[in-house]
């Protein structure tokens, strides 16, 4: 069973910048995906970026070229920076862990809202 802790939500302005991160409780070393998915309310849940272990990354559309993911699998962590913020960000983001693409573990979420 692998836990998946996540940290740095909070409040930010629009254009703003905030950093998540997640915190797994075994090795990532051979997880295959790690990453970053998002609800917003009465929205499906949907991919905002993951890394395989090869380093390959992928992104949801809408966050091209603002968002960035990490992962280091020496501290097991996967980070997700968050850049040029706006309202559509807004959203419960969750960490995600898993051997194909679709996610087998989930964390709690950590809140992000933009707003003036």
């Known amino acids: 069973q692998v836990q998946l802790v996540e940290s740095g939500g909070g409040l930010v302005q629009p254009g703003g910048s905030l950093r998540l991160s997640c915190v797994a409780s075994v090795s990532i070393t051979s997880v295959n995906f790690m990453g970053w998915y998002r609800q917003a309310p009465g929205k499906e849940r949907e991919l905002v970026a993951n890394?395989?272990?090869?380093?390959?990354?992928n992104f949801g559309g809408s966050v091209k070229g603002r968002f960035a993911i990490f992962r280091d699998n020496v501290k097991n962590t996967v980070d997700l920076q968050m850049n040029n913020l706006n309202a559509d960000d807004t959203a419960l983001y969750y960490c995600?862990?898993?051997?194909?693409?679709?996610?087998?573990?989930w964390g709690q979420g950590t809140q992000v809202t933009v707003s003036s």
């Open positions: 890394m395989h272990k090869s380093g390959v990354r």
């Open positions: 995600s862990a898993g051997v194909g693409w679709k996610p087998d573990y």
